[in-house]
């Protein structure tokens, strides 16, 4: 049986000149260089609203398929293993060692095909440190996924959810004093 890639010619051919400019000008920018590194992701097809801050040291696997909203932030040694779109919204923050996985394979298969299945984070959430959230998952606006949990099913709005799987275990409330 002969293997078919999923990737294009040039996807393959981005993918690597994206693993150079990512091992070497990229990760080696000053900390405080996040809109030179927003303007790498862009070059490489990456949709970044204002206001977003990539840390050096996150792992970025396929930028084209990369979205971030304003004023959102990826901390260090985060993973967006984009292999699927991934979509981050307004006012997110995704911590650090954080892992976002959109793609899979089909266990069905024995050509084991793989899966490019989105990831969406709403607005105002927050990824804890660790935390992973896998292929085809929904986070709904305002949802907390405490830290070291695993996300493997769409979590609702406004809820903190933790554990492996993750869970809601109460309602994500706002003091009065958060300004919208």
Known sequence: MR?????TTREKIGRVL???VESTLFRFSPQPCYAWRGWLLRLFGAKLDRHVFVRATVHIEVPWNLRIG????VGDHAILYS???ITIGRYVTVSQYAHLCAGTHDT???TMTLLREPITIGDDVWIAADAFVG??????DRTVVGARSSVFKDLPSGVVAVGN???PIKERKWRSDHSV
């Open 3 to 7: 293997h078919v890639s999923p990737w």
């Open 18 to 20: 994206w693993g150079f």
């Open 70 to 73: 304003e004023h959102s932030a």
């Open 108 to 110: 069905t298969s024995r």
């Open 135 to 140: 292929p085809g998952v929904t986070v709904g």
């Open 165 to 167: 799987p993750a869970k």
């Open 83 to 85: 292999l699927g779109m």
